[in-house]
């Protein structure tokens, strides 16, 4: 892939980092001088850690293994939606969910839940359900469609986590770090880079910097996934996790036991698990 150049780093501010008092001492060999009380990161370490963790997720994504993109922040939600939903990844923008790794046979419940529920629409279940069963249900598919739709086709684990600004979602890279699943990340001043695989310095609060390394870790993943499609023609690929995933959904309509022995769920026994998650969150609020 194309090496990014130092003049288009320094164009999207990636260079600016915290203010000196709220660095961290983990950052030093990253940062190049201060200017008027604020840190300046040094941009020819960013430009070979930047490719360091291009090269990495490239090759991942050219097994056939899914990269998890995290970045909750209002300045990177909106980038990371657009440009990793192009790529047909895994994202996480409104909210990390405690346990959404190291409890995430809870959250593929969850999202089969979701499942069930597009499923009951299209069969006419949906019909035959009063005025409130239906209003309970649909508000509960909204809430799980908010913080869920997004990792929807992740069935298992995925193979490595990016995330930007590793102090807002420390949750997630702690659950990673648990899992020893490989974590890349875009680390400001004011973080420890020693807890990621593959830091990468860089400004975490700026639109632009965001942007440019957002993009660049999007074109390595779509270069491997490129890569990974000629393996394919060429006969030269090994099965990957979409197929064991084929296989598994295959055997799931074949009869593989499920929900009580493989049924379908009933109307009432949706809406009574709508109405016990809504008690739940009225309890916790």
Do not use: C
């Not at 899914?66 to 923008?93: N, R, S």
């Not at 499923?119 to 019909?127: Q, S």
């Not at 193979?159 to 590793?166: E, G, N, R």
């Not at 295959?250 to 022995?261: I, L, N, V, W």
């Amino acid at each position: 892939m194309a090496r990014i150049d130092f003049n288009t780093l320094l164009e999207a501010g990636v260079h600016f980092g915290h203010l000196r008092r709220k660095w961290n001492p983990n950052m030093a060999p990253y940062i190049f001088a201060e200017k008027k009380g604020i840190h300046i990161i040094d941009l020819n370490k960013t430009t070979v850690k930047l490719e360091e963790a291009a090269n990495a997720l490239r090759q991942i994504s050219r097994s056939g293994k899914k990269v998890l993109f995290v970045a909750t922040k209002k300045q990177a939600k909106d980038i990371v939606t657009d440009k990793v939903k192009a790529i047909g990844m895994p994202y996480v923008t409104e909210r990390w969910s405690g346990g959404m790794l190291t409890n995430f046979g809870t959250i593929r419940r969850a999202i089969k839940k979701m499942s069930s529920i597009d499923r009951m629409k299209v069969d006419g279940t949906f019909d035959n359900m009063s005025k409130r069963e239906r209003l309970q249900v649909s508000r509960q598919r909204e809430k799980m469609e908010k913080n869920l739709g997004s990792i929807a086709d992740l069935t298992r684990l995925p193979s490595a986590l990016f995330i930007v600004d590793i102090v807002k979602e420390h949750i997630a890279l702690a659950e990673a770090r648990k899992l020893g699943i490989p974590t890349f990340a875009m680390v400001d001043t004011n973080s420890d880079p020693t807890l990621v695989d593959f830091p990468i310095p860089a400004n975490d609060d700026a639109t632009k910097s965001i942007e440019l390394i957002v993009d660049t870790m999007v074109a390595a993943v779509l270069e491997g996934l490129e890569e990974r499609k000629r393996d394919k023609d060429s006969g030269t690929a090994t099965p990957d996790e979409e197929e064991e995933e084929q296989q598994e959904a295959t055997a799931e309509k074949s009869g593989k036991p499920g929900r009580k022995g493989g049924r379908k769920p009933e109307a009432g026994e949706v809406v009574a698990e709508a109405e016990a998650d809504q008690d739940k969150d009225s309890e916790e609020a």
